[in-house]
């Protein structure tokens, strides 16, 4: 650490002006010169009830909050640090970088060694434009689709979330299959008409969709893993339907891939489906914990975009040498390590843990829904919850009277029912078990 150990690096880092200071009086605070007091919505404990926790600082597994008081982490800011926080190697390489540039604007070599490693392991990713966020990569993917087609309507399903981009803000409507209404407010009508909406699970709505609108739809988008919505995971049939009728019909498949990106495994969900997209959209792990996004594909789409094509878009902070080294430093690793085999043990067996521990205090049983490193954790059905209808009623509601038990205990989950928990490589077999451990104690005082 050059002479500095952590915890000195630590205290000297900003003016600790909240020293002394609790949680809610922060918030209060902050509502006067943020909306709802966050920069993000599900930070506000909205769907949870109560008041957010401010966290100071952050060590593999563990957030401690500006009170000291420390919680072992699930959530990971919701799923980028696939190594845990401040990751001894990446942080050495992110001290290195903080002495050689914080920013260009130029070209340099950092992003071009991430591009190269990406396109050498992800064989349908033949090149890759950076940008600084999952909303961004997804918005500039549709725009090569659209300008690669001539097309103007986009598919998209019930149940993903691709980020806040206008044309995806779009959820169904009432009324026939693939009609839309708008997520949010300040969405234009334009968007709106051009946004198909439809369920996940449904080959015969798909099926219905294409014949009358087929020839008209620039590309259709989908997480692979549905994972913003609960976690929705798909039968390979149906994704498999959705790339049939689309090569069909000569539309484009976009695989948003933000959170199951190196998250599933080196090659995400499409190298476990054996489904190369024509486009693909990465973010969150590729950036080790840095805002970065990307997206990808075939040679010939992404030579449409400026300055080889028509299709502008542009970053003024694109391909940040932070991003760009811990990104690689931290997918590096995940490969020599070979992080996705134990962390998918690990994430079975807290899951399994935490739904027998909560089937000793509930009325209505518990399980997990488990995918490599993600869980979800909802109450039992008799079949698999694969669309937002189906998820159980009550849900939300069940959840926040874990969470906050789990929370006035040390367990931090993500404040929502409807986003999953993460897994790091600095969740040990140890922190399972301690885990565990917290939760049993605090289940049985409830």
Request: a neutral charge.
């Amino acid at each position: 650490m050059n002479g500095i150990d952590r915890d000195t690096a630590r205290e000297k880092a900003g003016s600790n002006f909240w020293k002394g200071k609790t949680s809610q009086e922060l918030f209060e605070r902050s509502k006067r010169v943020a909306p709802g007091g966050v920069h993000s919505p599900v930070r506000s404990f909205r769907s949870v009830g109560g008041t957010p926790v401010f966290f100071a600082s952050a060590e593999g597994a563990t957030l401690t909050d500006i009170e000291g008081k420390k919680y072992i982490d699930y959530c990971l800011s919701f799923g980028p640090l696939i190594l845990g926080h401040r990751d001894p190697e990446i942080e050495e390489v992110v001290r290195e970088t903080a002495g050689i540039a914080w920013s260009f604007g130029a070209a340099e070599p950092y992003s071009l060694e991430l591009a190269e490693w990406i396109t050498q392991e992800i064989p349908w990713a033949e090149k890759v434009r950076f940008v600084n966020s999952g909303t961004e990569a997804v918005m500039s993917a549709l725009r090569v689709a659209r300008a690669a087609t001539g097309r103007e309507k986009i598919l998209k399903f019930d149940g993903c979330y691709h980020g806040h981009s206008d044309a995806l803000l779009v959820k169904a409507g009432s009324g026939l299959a693939g009609e839309s209404s708008s997520d949010s407010a300040g969405i234009s009508a334009h968007s709106i008409a051009n946004t198909l909406v439809l369920p996940l699970d449904d080959e015969n709505a798909l099926q219905r969709l294409f014949e009358t609108e087929g020839k008209n739809i620039a590309a259709v988008i989908i997480e692979p893993l549905p994972a913003n919505y609960g976690l929705l995971i798909q039968r390979n049939e149906f994704i498999f339907k959705i790339v049939e009728l689309a090569r069909k019909n000569g539309t484009l498949v976009v695989f948003d891939e933000v959170i199951s990106g190196f998250r599933t495994g080196l090659r995400g969900m499409s190298g476990l489906l054996g489904v190369a997209p024509d486009l693909v959209t990465y973010g969150k792990i590729i950036g080790g914990g840095f805002p970065v996004g990307c997206y990808a594909g075939k040679k010939e789409l992404l030579d449409l975009v400026a300055p080889s094509g028509p299709v502008y878009q542009a970053g003024t902070l694109s391909g940040s040498p932070f991003g760009m080294r811990a990104g690689l430093a931290t997918l590096q690793k995940a490969k020599r390590e070979s992080v996705y085999e134990v962390l998918e043990k690990r994430t079975k067996v807290l899951s399994e843990g935490l739904v027998e521990l909560l089937n000793t205090k509930s009325d209505r049983p518990w399980e997990a829904v488990t995918h490599s490193s993600l869980f979800w954790l909802r109450a039992k059905t008799l079949s698999p919850v694969r669309r937002i209808e189906t998820i159980p009623e009550g849900h939300k509601e069940a959840f926040a009277k874990v969470f906050h038990v789990f929370l006035n205990n040390g367990i931090y989950l993500a404040p929502s029912g409807y986003e999953v928990g993460f897994l790091s490589w600095a969740h040990t077999d140890e922190t399972v078990a301690e885990t565990l451990s917290i939760a049993e104690k605090a289940l049985k005082s409830v």
